[in-house]
């Protein structure tokens, strides 16, 4: 049973402990010996249709064709990772990221103070409006002088893959797989564009934390936010989960390749056994249907595992 958009909308005001979908996803805050479950969501195992023949699609990114894929039960964090859940590890570990390792990360443009500007020294010549920010890190987005104080419930960002990985272990939870993903964010419905269903803006509402206006010099914000969102903005989808559009892309488990899907096994697909770059889903807070039209749920994208931006998180999920 697919749950439309107007059910999903009803749901929103529910508590995700106390909620329950028609597939059977619930909220659970059981303790393991491995690690809690408090804030995650168990999803049944089960059978849905994983990427697109839309015609916005990106085939070069490989998310077609649209095909049966089959997983078994896990439990996916109902949120992306904060800095509040971030800072408790790295209290608890004395963990340093790889962009502090490295010295530095890169930042929207937008957002580099005026102070720092002239000490910019790099951009990225594909796209220019990364700069790279001596001192930028988790706990100093847009470099040094800068921080989180005001930002604890945002999703912690500035983390690479090796840096998501680390604190998954800590957690004693994993990072999902592409597949466990994207069945999560579909929230039920079957084949739909968003996670909400196939209206960007349903009702004239915003559902997502994306670009509005002209990328990348001119963001309206007409969603309220012109960076990062706290990490339950916007209702949730249809199984209770936030954010699975737009606001961060989330690292996930697999290894990236275009085409690998049109050969792995259709139960528990995972990507290559290695590979250059890791998936990313989910689009961010500077997708733009002219530049990044990938806040869609089959869209896909990927990086270096030590590659850290300010519009990259996670979020973990773990086995039942």
């Known amino acids: 049973m697919a749950l439309t958009a107007r059910d999903t909308a009803a749901q929103a005001s529910a508590e995700p402990s106390a909620w329950r979908s028609a597939a059977g996803a619930e909220a659970d805050t059981a303790e393991t010996e491995s690690g809690s479950h408090a804030g995650m969501i168990r999803l049944p195992g089960g059978t849905f249709r994983m990427g697109t023949d839309d015609r916005e699609g990106f085939p070069q990114d490989g998310e077609g064709p649209s095909r049966l894929v089959t997983l078994d039960s896990f439990y996916l964090d109902a949120c992306a990772v904060t800095n509040e859940q971030f800072l408790a590890f790295v209290r608890d570990t004395g963990y340093k990221t790889e962009a502090e390792l490295y010295g530095w990360s890169f930042v929207f443009h937008l957002f580099v103070p005026e102070r720092l500007r002239s000490s910019v020294d790099a951009v990225v010549q594909s796209a220019p409006w990364w700069w790279k920010v001596d001192g930028a890190s988790w706990h100093a987005p847009e470099g040094p002088g800068t921080g989180i104080g005001e ?170």
């Not at 309220?224 to 989330?250: C, K, L």
């Not at 733009?288 to 590659?307: E, F, G, I, K, L």
């Open 151 to 320: 930002r604890m419930d945002h999703p912690v960002v500035h983390v690479s893959w090796n840096d998501a990985q680390a604190y998954a272990r800590w957690a004693g939870k994993r990072l999902p797989t592409e597949a466990e993903w994207e069945y999560a964010a579909r929230g039920g419905l079957e084949g739909r564009r968003y996670a909400w269903g196939d209206t960007l803006l349903p009702d004239g509402q915003h559902r997502c934390n994306i670009w509005q206006g002209t990328f990348p010099q001119v963001n309206e914000a007409l969603d309220g936010y012109a960076g990062t969102a706290p990490a339950r903005s916007f209702p949730p989808n249809g199984f209770g989960f936030y954010h699975m559009a737009g606001n961060v892309w989330e690292w996930c488990a697999d290894w990236f390749s275009p085409a690998y899907h049109r050969t792995t096994p259709s139960l528990n697909p995972a990507g290559p056994p290695q590979g250059q770059t890791k998936t990313l889903k989910g689009g961010s807070y500077l997708c733009h249907s002219s530049y990044c039209n990938r806040y869609r749920v089959a869209a896909r994208t990927s990086n270096t595992p030590d590659s850290s931006t300010g519009h990259m998180g996670f979020r973990c999920a773990a086995d039942v």
